[in-house]
């Protein structure tokens, strides 16, 4: 069964890019069956979808996040990626990473990281 | 933009039944997943494809769709069962979540 397990800094200044990496152990992002995906919660509120990537490499992203978003595969490490520039307090908030698993229409997210706290502030 | 919404809060009685709505416009013709989030954990899926459930998800857990509501059903609730809800779709292809229900079983 799949683990995936989320790093990168705790703490972001405005202004800066956030960096966040997730582990994939017990499967492979090689896989076609699968998309790898982030959803983010803001502390007290409710989930949100970032977006994902398969593993070509081909991705798609919240739109409302797009312009600042990019999500990379590394088939070799067995890792996903999230960048987000220009964050603001906003973007504060827990990271997840997510296995999509599924058909078309119809994907769930059926495995998840346990998260991890990004606060932005100076 | 595509939005689900939900109650934010349900109450049910011990060994009730608890039903969870999840509405949208024609949210019928998409299918739904859910999720329990107990505080402090991540989210874990319940309930995918409008009705099936995982391997080792009880089956007091169900779900059902249909035109714009999506509901939620769990039967017997119990004080585990206390936690936050979200129901999940896909427009197109953007991943949407409902605003999450927090079930108290009191």
């Known amino acids: 069964q799949a683990q995936l397990q989320e790093s990168g800094p705790g703490l972001v200044k405005p202004s800066e890019t956030l960096s966040l990496t997730c582990s994939v152990s017990g499967g492979s992002v090689s896989s076609g069956f699968y998309y790898w995906s982030w959803i983010r919660q803001p502390p007290g509120k409710g989930l949100e979808w970032i977006g994902y990537v398969y593993y070509s490499g081909s991705t798609n992203y919240n739109s409302s996040l797009k312009s600042r978003v990019t999500i990379l595969v590394d088939r070799s490490k067995n890792q996903f990626s999230l960048k987000l520039t220009s964050v603001t307090a906003a973007d504060t908030a827990v990271y997840y990473c997510?296995?999509?698993?599924?058909?078309?229409?119809?994907?769930?997210?059926?495995?998840w990281g346990q998260g991890t706290l990004v606060t932005v502030s100076s | 933009s595509y939005e689900l919404t939900q109650p934010p809060s349900v109450s049910v009685s011990p060994g009730q039944t608890a039903t969870i709505a999840c509405s949208g416009d024609?949210?019928?013709?998409?299918?739904v997943a859910w999720y329990q989030q107990r505080p402090g954990q991540s989210p874990v899926v319940l309930v995918y494809q409008d009705t099936k459930r995982p391997s080792g998800i009880s089956d007091r857990f169900s779900g059902w769709n249909s035109d714009n509501t999506a509901t939620l059903t769990i039967d017997g609730a119990q004080s585990m069962d206390e936690a936050e809800y979200y129901c999940q779709a896909w427009d197109g292809t953007t991943g949407v979540f409902g605003g999450g229900t927090k079930l108290t079983v009191l």
């Open positions: 997510a296995r999509l698993s599924g058909g078309s229409g119809w994907y769930y997210f059926d495995y």
């Open positions: 024609n949210l019928g013709d998409k299918l």
